[in-house]
């Protein structure tokens, strides 16, 4: 790569996109530089599944044309985005992350495409998924080491914005599908509020649970992603029909306080790795008592683990009838357990798990009456290593709580593991006070960037 072409690739979103606008580069050239970087690092990180440089190209030039006509351009004018292989595109593949989907074609776009190409987004290409967005793993490598994972399911999307191939990516989350691989590849990863972001021609594993998630390399990059996919659709029984957040607003602006954050005892921080838990117990130092409440978590924790479990096996099961029915042997090891133990669930015990969910969100909603964020961790430490015989792309326990209750969801990247690999720092807010959130994490690392 040409030092331009570096340069041009490790912007952000909000630069490039800031750039493209007054004209000083050329969409077609950022794209180009994005194209160069894949080129130069894909083979051994495997972030893609698809790519179509020559649409691309297309796609950026006709924006640039329309940037000289001074007509009204959208907020990711001429910027690059990569889509995880579960959101449907009628100009490419979606294959799922299974053999069973691979040539599968779909003939409208989803929701979040139909906004980003209103938004003047370049649509590159899709990034790898785990099987069915579930937990056997794709191809992808940690882009800071290739013997580690990059995590899941979103393992593609988080590790192209890691290795400079594109400034945004999409995810989706069901457990922990955005925050942990964000986490384990050093990038910023947002889940927004259950039901901000419509999930319509997305690869549907639980309709109970499933979130899109973004990925990008700044605090207002995601902030800015968010805005642009947060629309009221009526065909997604989630999205529901009221404003939505500012999140840019948030990202950008200071707290008029200082937040007040909240911080769970929960009972698998014991399985925080050493440098994980010191670095932990660091930032709680340095925030101190006024800023920080240490609270013992309620015992009803641990039933919205089960019940998570239960109504995401009961769904996904459901949903892939037909693979199960069809195509069993094209499924693999991994997952089959699972899809066995969901289709084995009684009636009254998924009901009893599905009821949980309203019990969480009114927790949580008297909850956040007394706090600003939870600052939580959102993985173990750092991203395990891979391993043929026992596939996994991590635990995604430290995200269980907050997806089953519909949470805005934020890892940052703060700490550094005992191999000098990325570890992020989760923080979770209020239900719709996404700007709240976002507001507080601004402040966050603000107060960290000082230390």
């Given at each position: 790569?040409?030092?331009?072409?570096?340069?041009?690739?490790?912007?952000?979103?909000?630069?490039?996109?800031?750039?493209?606008?007054?004209?000083?580069?050329?969409?077609?050239?950022?794209?180009?530089?994005?194209?160069?970087?894949?080129?130069?690092?894909?083979?051994?990180?495997?972030?893609?599944?698809?790519?179509?440089?020559?649409?691309?190209?297309?796609?950026?030039?006709?924006?640039?044309?329309?940037?000289?006509?001074?007509?009204?351009?959208?907020?990711?004018?001429?910027?690059?985005?990569?889509?995880?292989?579960?959101?449907?595109?009628?100009?490419?593949?979606?294959?799922?992350?299974?053999?069973?989907?691979?040539?599968?074609?779909?003939?409208?776009?989803?929701?979040?495409?139909?906004?980003?190409?209103?938004?003047?987004?370049?649509?590159?290409?899709?990034?790898?998924?785990?099987?069915?967005?579930?937990?056997?793993?794709?191809?992808?490598?940690?882009?800071?080491?290739?013997?580690?994972?990059?995590?899941?399911?979103?393992?593609?999307?988080?590790?192209?914005?890691?290795?400079?191939?594109?400034?945004?990516?999409?995810?989706?989350?069901?457990?922990?599908?955005?925050?942990?691989?964000?986490?384990?590849?050093?990038?910023?990863?947002?889940?927004?509020?259950?039901?901000?972001?419509?999930?319509?021609?997305?690869?549907?594993?639980?309709?109970?649970?499933?979130?899109?998630?973004?990925?990008?390399?700044?605090?207002?990059?995601?902030?800015?992603?968010?805005?642009?996919?947060?629309?009221?659709?009526?065909?997604?029984?989630?999205?529901?029909?009221?404003?939505?957040?500012?999140?840019?607003?948030?990202?950008?602006?200071?707290?008029?306080?200082?937040?007040?954050?909240?911080?769970?005892?929960?009972?698998?921080?014991?399985?925080?790795?050493?440098?994980?838990?010191?670095?932990?117990?660091?930032?709680?130092?340095?925030?101190?008592?006024?800023?920080?409440?240490?609270?013992?978590?309620?015992?009803?924790?641990?039933?919205?683990?089960?019940?998570?479990?239960?109504?995401?096996?009961?769904?996904?099961?459901?949903?892939?009838?037909?693979?199960?029915?069809?195509?069993?042997?094209?499924?693999?090891?991994?997952?089959?357990?699972?899809?066995?133990?969901?289709?084995?669930?009684?009636?009254?015990?998924?009901?009893?798990?599905?009821?949980?969910?309203?019990?969480?969100?009114?927790?949580?909603?008297?909850f956040f009456k007394d706090y600003d964020a939870v600052l939580t961790p959102g993985a173990a430490g750092e991203a395990p290593l891979r391993s043929p015989d026992s596939p996994s792309t991590g635990d995604p326990i430290f995200c269980t709580i907050w997806t089953f209750a519909g949470l805005p969801s934020l890892s940052i990247p703060m700490l550094v593991g005992e191999n000098?690999?990325?570890?992020?720092?989760?923080?979770?807010?209020?239900?719709?006070?996404d700007d709240r959130l976002l507001r507080s994490a601004r402040w966050l690392t603000d107060r960290f960037a000082e230390a």
């Open positions: 790569m040409t030092g331009t072409s570096t340069m041009l690739s490790a912007l952000s979103a909000t630069e490039a996109a800031a750039k493209i606008r007054d004209g000083r580069i050329s969409s077609l050239d950022l794209v180009k530089a994005c194209f160069d970087r894949i080129r130069d690092s894909d083979d051994g990180i495997g972030a893609w599944i698809h790519l179509d440089e020559d649409a691309a190209c297309e796609q950026a030039s006709g924006l640039d044309r329309l940037r000289q006509t001074g007509k009204p351009l959208g907020p990711l004018h001429g910027v690059p985005v990569g889509l995880k292989d579960i959101v449907d595109t009628a100009d490419m593949p979606t294959g799922r992350g299974t053999e069973i989907h691979r040539d599968r074609r779909p003939t409208k776009d989803a929701a979040i495409v139909e906004r980003l190409r209103e938004a003047g987004a370049v649509i590159m290409g899709k990034t790898v998924t785990t099987e069915f967005a579930f937990v056997h793993p794709g191809k992808t490598t940690n882009p800071h080491d290739a013997k580690r994972t990059p995590g899941g399911s979103s393992s593609g999307s988080a590790a192209a914005v890691a290795a400079g191939h594109v400034p945004l990516a999409i995810g989706s989350q069901t457990n922990g599908s955005t925050i942990r691989p964000a986490s384990y590849c050093g990038v910023f990863g947002f889940k927004p509020t259950r039901g901000i972001i419509p999930r319509r021609g997305v690869l549907e594993t639980s309709q109970t649970l499933d979130q899109i998630g973004v990925f990008g390399r700044s605090l207002d990059d995601v902030a800015l992603l968010a805005d642009v996919l947060a629309i009221y659709d009526p065909s997604d029984p989630m999205s529901y029909p009221r404003p939505r957040p500012d999140m840019i607003a948030g990202a950008r602006s200071e707290a008029p306080i200082e937040p007040n954050f909240a911080w769970f005892d929960l009972g698998y921080n014991k399985d925080l790795s050493d440098t994980a838990h010191e670095g932990f117990a660091e930032i709680l130092d340095i925030l101190g008592k006024a800023r920080v409440e240490r609270i013992p978590a309620p015992t009803s924790f641990d039933d919205v683990i089960a019940c998570h479990r239960i109504v995401h096996e009961t769904e996904i099961a459901r949903q892939l009838r037909h693979e199960i029915e069809n195509h069993w042997d094209a499924i693999s090891d991994t997952l089959k357990p699972l899809l066995k133990r969901g289709l084995d669930t009684k009636e009254p015990d998924y009901q009893e798990a599905l009821a949980m969910v309203s019990g969480a969100e009114s927790y949580f909603a008297e000098g690999l990325p570890i992020g720092v989760q923080v979770v807010g209020a239900q719709e006070e």
